[in-house]
């Protein structure tokens, strides 16, 4: 159900009148034939095009980019979760993240706090298939109080509407997409 309602959510926006409204599609009252809103698959198609012409790694990163940023997202972070997939990307040590655009700061208090020893998204990527909703993560009961400060400290970081997207590789390797809006 949260799954549905985290694509539904991503794939809508805010328009001036405040009513939520698919994507490409303008408020108004126009009687005209408006096209149909595009699809997650569409984005799915983009994605994978221009990503397979992309030159460089950036390249591909400045594509997935530029789908988040129309989706809603402004920042985003490519993570190694499993020591395989460190190992596939030739890391010797856990990275805070290989392709980033979140604010600097965050990244040093997330390293000098070691957030990644008990960050709940890593802890639970190698595990899981579905996305990880941040704000749902805030209500699990579970959650120690260092894992409840870490993500209540990225709200103060103004990274919000966090997603977590866990990618599992064929040997072991275990990545995570986190995406999220600056307000």
Partial sequence: VYKRQWIRRSLTRNSAEG????????SGNSNQSQPPPPRPHDYCDDLSASISAAASPEQAFGSFRALA??????RIAFVPVTPAAQEALGLSKLAPAICVNVPDEWLRR??????????PVLLRAPLQT??????????????????RRMLLESREANLFNGVSIP?????????????????
């Avoid at 940023?69 to 402004?74: K, Q, S, T, V």
């Avoid at 997330?110 to 960050?119: L, S, V």
């Avoid at 990618?167 to 307000?183: C, K, M, N, Q, W």
Wanted: net charge negative.
């Fill in 110 to 119: 997330y390293m000098t706090e070691r957030y990644a020893a008990y960050d």
């Fill in 19 to 26: 009513a939520n409204l698919p994507l490409g599609i303008p």
């Fill in 69 to 74: 940023e129309r989706l809603g997202f402004d």
């Fill in 167 to 183: 990618l599992h590789g064929p040997r072991g390797e275990t990545y995570v997409i986190s995406l999220a809006a600056e307000r």
């Fill in 130 to 147: 579905e996305p990880l909703v941040w704000d749902d993560l805030l209500t699990d009961e579970r959650l120690s109080p260092k894992q």
